[in-house]
């Protein structure tokens, strides 16, 4: 009886060894590890993003050519910039391609979207189809269109003078088969978006705008587009700011021609800055676009957002 009774203590402790794990411990645990699998990525991000940045505003008050000895010339570069007529022109293209590309690639998604959205047969494959520009890469699908645009489409529309003289040597309107490119493409991610907007509008809306004898028009109007609109903001503020951005597809449809008619601003910028020599003057040129990207999205999440009060 009485080893018995001394084994029974003996049992316990074996049993509940070490103090007990508190949910105060454990969430503890969790976070030192959360903030392991973070570090990596904030050291990489620092060394291959904040580095290289920081780096070119520094040269941006040089007159660094990208070799040899320099000199700071302070804010001559930054002033020169506001004088130079191919700057100009570049920035002028950029804003004209990018603001043409956004207003198609968001009517044209939008609408396919909507088509997406309803009932139709074979609705999931559609939507994979629709999606496939986007896993493809932009200099191989421009080098395809490329193809397209001077040699395929002036033999099957030859009878359109435009198309019939290859539309990428004209220099009034090589820019539109760099949209045309672009919208294409982007339309697939976009689509996405507001798919999954139109997704969260509950079916008895329309259901009721229906018995109320609401066109579809006036539903669009009334419930669809107020109901996404949030969606609206993100999309217009991604594709503003990727179409100023334009590089790949110019460099496999026009390379920035013909002469200079489609040389976007971050062409420039790689053109002067890593073969012309003007790497510091190239690099106040990085900065000053930096913050003419960062002032037009913000300028379209303030007057998006307000519109989004207004619905």
């Given at each position: 009886?009485?080893?018995?009774?001394?084994?029974?203590?003996?049992?316990?402790?074996?049993?509940?060894?070490?103090?007990?794990?508190?949910?105060?411990?454990?969430?503890?645990?969790?976070?030192?590890?959360f903030?392991?699998?973070?570090?990596?990525?904030?050291?990489?991000?620092?060394?291959?993003?904040?580095?290289?940045?920081l780096?070119?505003?520094?040269?941006s008050?040089?007159n660094?050519?990208?070799?040899?000895?320099?000199?700071?010339?302070?804010l001559s570069?930054?002033?020169?910039?506001?004088?130079?007529d191919?700057?100009?022109?570049?920035?002028?293209?950029?804003?004209?391609?990018?603001?043409?590309?956004?207003?198609?690639?968001?009517a044209?998604?939008?609408a396919?979207?909507m088509?997406?959205?309803?009932?139709?047969?074979?609705?999931?494959?559609w939507?994979?189809?629709?999606?496939?520009p986007?896993?493809?890469a932009?200099?191989v699908?421009?080098?395809?269109?490329?193809?397209?645009?001077?040699?395929s489409?002036?033999?099957?529309?030859?009878?359109?003078?435009?198309?019939?003289?290859?539309?990428l040597?004209?220099?009034?309107?090589a820019?539109?088969?760099?949209?045309?490119?672009?919208?294409?493409?982007a339309?697939?991610?976009?689509?996405?978006?507001?798919?999954s907007?139109?997704?969260?509008?509950?079916?008895?809306?329309?259901?009721?705008?229906?018995?109320?004898?609401?066109?579809?028009?006036?539903?669009?109007?009334?419930?669809?587009?107020?109901?996404?609109?949030?969606?609206?903001?993100?999309?217009?503020?991604?594709?503003?700011?990727?179409?100023l951005?334009?590089?790949?597809?110019?460099?496999?449809?026009?390379?920035?021609?013909p002469?200079?008619?489609?040389?976007?601003?971050?062409?420039l910028?790689?053109?002067?800055?890593?073969?012309?020599?003007?790497f510091a003057?190239?690099?106040?040129?990085?900065?000053?676009?930096?913050?003419?990207?960062?002032?037009?999205?913000?300028?379209?999440?303030?007057?998006?957002?307000?519109?989004?009060?207004?619905?």
């Amino acid at each position: 009886m009485t080893s018995s009774t001394q084994a029974l203590p003996a049992a316990r402790g074996a049993g509940t060894a070490g103090p007990p794990t508190t949910p105060r411990r454990t969430k503890d645990r969790a976070q030192r590890t959360f903030y392991w699998m973070v570090w990596p990525a904030v050291i990489a991000f620092f060394l291959f993003h904040t580095i290289p940045v920081l780096v070119g505003i520094f040269y941006s008050f040089t007159n660094y050519a990208g070799y040899g000895a320099w000199n700071f010339v302070g804010l001559s570069n930054y002033a020169n910039l506001f004088k130079d007529d191919r700057i100009l022109a570049a920035y002028g293209f950029s804003f004209l391609f990018a603001i043409a590309a956004t207003v198609l690639t968001n009517a044209i998604s939008l609408a396919i979207a909507m088509g997406l959205n309803a009932k139709i047969m074979a609705r999931n494959l559609w939507r994979g189809v629709y999606f496939v520009p986007y896993v493809l890469a932009a200099l191989v699908i421009g080098y395809v269109f490329q193809f397209l645009f001077s040699s395929s489409l002036p033999k099957i529309l030859s009878g359109i003078p435009l198309i019939a003289d290859n539309i990428l040597t004209n220099e009034t309107w090589a820019w539109t088969a760099i949209v045309a490119l672009a919208v294409w493409q982007a339309c697939a991610f976009t689509i996405i978006i507001y798919l999954s907007g139109l997704q969260t509008i509950p079916r008895e809306l329309y259901e009721a705008a229906s018995l109320d004898g609401a066109k579809p028009w006036r539903q669009f109007s009334s419930i669809t587009f107020p109901l996404i609109s949030a969606f609206f903001t993100i999309n217009v503020v991604l594709s503003l700011k990727g179409f100023l951005q334009v590089f790949d597809q110019i460099v496999a449809l026009t390379n920035g021609g013909p002469g200079t008619a489609t040389e976007s601003v971050t062409l420039l910028i790689f053109r002067g800055g890593f073969s012309g020599g003007e790497f510091a003057y190239q690099s106040a040129n990085a900065v000053i676009f930096f913050i003419v990207i960062t002032i037009v999205s913000l300028f379209q999440f303030k007057v998006l957002q307000r519109r989004e009060a207004d619905f």
